[in-house]
């Protein structure tokens, strides 16, 4: 009985813990999937064709995407930075020098 007792006690501390931890990763999750959420608000009104989008290596307000350019062709992943409206780099298609975008991705993304 006495080993019941301290073996139920032990299993309700460890509860305590993790739920503090639990709490603490879905609190880091949905800030995550906001920041991303905010990224695709951002970014899909610059995109020829949303619908064609494909997503990979999101974080954040970061990633990269494939979509049909105006002439039907998927243009290759490139990587863009969406920081809010009219606030968005491409890769390829932003204006800014690829040493540039380097540096600014460094700075928004990496972290």
């Not at 460890?14 to 949905?30: L, R």
């Not at 064609?52 to 990633?63: D, P, V």
């Not at 990587?79 to 040493?99: P, Q, T």
């Amino acid at each position: 009985m006495r080993i019941f007792v301290i073996a139920a006690t032990l299993l309700l501390l460890a509860g305590c813990g993790q739920s503090e931890v639990g709490k603490a990763k879905s609190q880091a999750d949905m800030k995550e999937i906001k920041l991303q959420r905010m990224a695709l608000e951002f970014l899909e009104p610059t995109l020829k064709d949303v619908k064609s989008a494909e997503y990979r290596n999101r974080k954040g307000l970061c990633g990269e995407v494939n979509s049909k350019n105006s002439m039907g062709g998927y243009t290759g992943f490139q990587r863009f930075i969406a920081a809010g409206k009219g606030m968005v780099a491409l890769e390829k298609d932003s204006g800014l020098s690829a040493a540039d975008f380097n540096q600014l991705w460094g700075t928004a993304c990496s972290s």
